[in-house]
């Protein structure tokens, strides 16, 4: 699948390569939260929200207009046609021709290997060589508008990363199946932080094939804040020191390693505390389960 997307365009090698030295180089890359794959998947649900490369998954030809990327996003705000998809419910149509796309299913994921995965993607070279993408801008631009949109507009608490839908925006209550742990037993939250990621899981990036699963699943609060804060930091990087000398020297600036461990430094985790305490409270005193219902009201009136 990433062979094909790096086929559509050249942009597309340059920047998995930027992205995937900036996660290793600021010590983010962790296979305990987010490995390599995961911001690979963080990094090609942007470029397909942008529009750089055609959704392979969700097309039979490379030969895409207005009306088929209208129709996208009307599938991505449509609640019964996410859930279509995700759960493999009927067939897979291509967004530009209609053409119901490879029924197969195989097993894989799950418990025991037993749930169905669709594997299809558009893999014809011709087709993959003839794109053509709409958006023209450079890699580093791409780069700092990536940083910016993850760092300063994604929530990860509403929204879930989909590559094979194709955003970084789909709404977690439509994704069920990897987006909400199991309730939290009372008075056991604040008492075992441990359990955050498993039964909270603060940031959802999907695997591409297999819906059921979260390349990071494992993350904590406190990590996913880091993470966001590192990528304000990248953002700021290259809107200050862009006109300073050219892309090297911001790639440079980007790609230097930490100074101190930002996921042990309070200034960078406190606001995680700050958003997630008075939620851990109520469960606490008033003795009730938490799931992330509870969250995302809590969250949307900080």
């Known amino acids: 699948l990433l062979q094909a997307y790096v086929a559509t365009d050249p942009r597309v090698r340059q920047f998995f390569v930027v992205l995937k030295a900036w996660a290793r180089q600021r010590s983010l890359s962790d296979s305990q939260a987010v490995n390599s794959f995961g911001f690979t998947m963080m990094g090609l649900a942007f470029l397909l929200h942008e529009r750089v490369v055609p959704p392979l998954q969700l097309v039979s030809t490379c030969s895409i207009d207005s009306k088929a990327w209208d129709q996208l996003e009307a599938l991505q705000s449509d609640p019964e046609a996410v859930i279509d998809i995700l759960k493999n419910k009927n067939a897979t149509k291509c967004i530009q021709t209609g053409r119901t796309l490879s029924t197969h299913l195989a097993k894989g994921g799950g418990k025991g290997g037993n749930a169905l995965i669709n594997p299809y993607f558009m893999s014809d070279e011709q087709e993959l060589s003839n794109w053509r993408s709409p958006n023209a801008k450079p890699v580093i631009q791409l780069l700092y508008e990536m940083f910016q949109l993850y760092g ?137 389960g938490l799931d992330m219902r509870d969250i995302d009201l809590a969250i949307g009136g900080v």
Request: glycine fraction near 6%.
């Open 152 to 288: 300063c507009e994604f929530d990860p608490l509403k929204h879930v990363v989909s590559p094979r839908l194709g955003s970084p925006f789909i709404k977690r209550d439509k994704h069920v199946d990897i987006a909400r742990g199991t309730p939290l037993p009372a008075n056991t939250v604040m008492e075992d932080p441990s359990r955050w990621s498993t039964e909270i899981r603060p940031l959802v990036v999907e695997d591409p094939f297999d819906q059921r699963l979260s390349c990071s699943r494992q993350a904590t609060c406190e990590w996913v804040d880091g993470l966001f804060w590192e990528m304000r930091r990248a953002a700021w990087i290259i809107q200050s020191h862009g006109s300073n000398g050219g892309a090297g020297n911001v790639i440079d600036r980007l790609l230097s390693p930490p100074l101190f461990d930002v996921y042990g430094h309070p200034q960078v985790w406190a606001s995680t505390y700050l958003h997630f305490a008075p939620i851990y409270e109520k469960v606490k005193c008033e003795g009730v």
